[in-house]
């Protein structure tokens, strides 16, 4: 704890964001050199104006900042600062890091990090997609970064612990104002076997200007970051952005044609964003970091195929990644309602189909049935 004063210290003097505090840390290496530094050891620093080295030097310290630390710990947080072994190795390197990120969970650096983010109001289909997506780079022990937000966000949490793989969500308020509230119990469960991170102070509210500032992270601290169902305007498509800014890569899953819930995203694909049918898709642009073999334990397309009657099979062929009404199912395969209705529980209970609100059914997203 002792030498964490001094970088909430050195947040505070006025005019100091994180773009200068990075430079101010690159330059002098830790909060303590640079207030030991001299005015014009400082004003070397690109952006570091007299004044601005003055405030610095002259910045008074308060025991408010141990008490405010001491209030942290007893939450059950922890405090990760920009040169501990802690922070997220790719998260340096952006221009204007946080300084310091509170961290509930256990914090995994050393794996590798896929962001994947999407719509809020996600559809059935973006839903399966992304929990099939996560669970499978779980698998892989890639670690799945997202904001934990409704929809895909939370889709994609879901998807990673289903798979006991490893979390991170990003929050764009304090770690002691969960947002949204129906995803406290998510909360507590990514902190099991992940973490819940973020730049913001204690009692800090979810504001709208803190997301694209809390995108920044998601996509600063990842190898790249997939994007499902974003509209036209969305924030999803802010973190693409970004993360192609800070040189990383971009990927978009494909949706309907008609939905102008994938409208962001294919604008995405046009831009040259990666089109994601399957993970094979996102490992092969980072070759050198997994080999991209069968999971452990995966079953062969052969082995899953037969283990169907030929009525399932029929079922099967006659819906796809999009919800199907029951009563267009029974027109096309011809089925008794009765019979059709026992099929749809078996296939539901092997998670091959998935049901939706309305009697409303739809394929789980396993290719190899």
Avoid at 198 to 216: A, G, I, S, V
Avoid at 233 to 258: H, M, W, Y
Avoid at 294 to 299: A, H, I, L, R, S
């Amino acid at each position: 704890m002792e030498h964490l004063p001094p970088w909430f210290e050195l947040k505070k003097v006025p005019g100091i964001g994180n773009l200068l505090y990075k430079r101010l840390i690159d330059t002098f290496k830790s909060p303590e050199h640079v207030f030991g530094a001299s005015a014009a050891e400082l004003t070397r620093v690109d952006g570091i104006t007299s004044t601005l080295a003055e405030a610095i030097l002259h910045r008074p310290f308060s025991d408010g900042i141990r008490h405010y630390i001491d209030r942290v710990r007893e939450k059950g947080f922890d405090i990760v600062t920009l040169t501990d072994r802690g922070y997220p190795p790719l998260l340096r390197e952006i221009p204007d890091p946080p300084p310091y990120l509170y961290v509930f969970g256990s914090w995994t650096p050393g794996i590798a990090n896929i962001a994947v983010v999407g719509s809020r109001n996600a559809t059935a289909y973006g839903l399966a997609a992304t929990q099939k997506l996560c669970r499978e780079l779980a698998a892989r022990n890639i670690a799945v970064v997202s904001g934990m937000a409704r929809g895909i966000d939370t889709a994609a949490h879901l998807g990673a612990i289903a798979e006991n793989g490893i979390t991170v969500a990003v929050l764009g308020s304090s770690l002691d104002r969960i947002y949204p509230r129906e995803n406290t119990k998510l909360f507590h469960k990514i902190a099991e076997n992940g973490a819940v991170i973020t730049e913001f102070d204690l009692e800090t509210d979810p504001e709208p200007h803190h997301f694209p500032l809390r995108n920044r992270i998601i996509s600063g601290m990842s190898l790249g970051t997939v994007v499902v169902e974003a509209a036209k305007k969305s924030g999803s498509l802010i973190t693409a952005r970004l993360s192609a800014e800070q040189n990383r890569e971009v990927f978009a899953v494909p949706g309907s044609i008609d939905s102008g819930k994938s409208e962001g995203t294919h604008a995405l694909i046009k831009q040259g964003a990666k089109l994601v049918q399957s993970i094979d898709d996102i490992l092969d642009e980072f070759s050198y970091l997994f080999r991209n073999d069968p999971v452990p334990g995966k079953p062969k397309k052969s082995e899953i195929k037969h283990k169907f009657s030929d009525e399932e099979h029929m079922v099967i062929r006659a819906m796809g990644p999009y919800p199907l009404h029951i009563d267009d199912i029974i027109r096309k395969t011809a089925l008794s309602p009765g019979k059709l209705s026992s099929i749809l529980l078996q296939l539901e209970l092997s998670g091959v189909i998935r049901q939706t609100p309305g009697k409303y059914f739809c394929l789980a997203g396993d290719e190899n049935i």
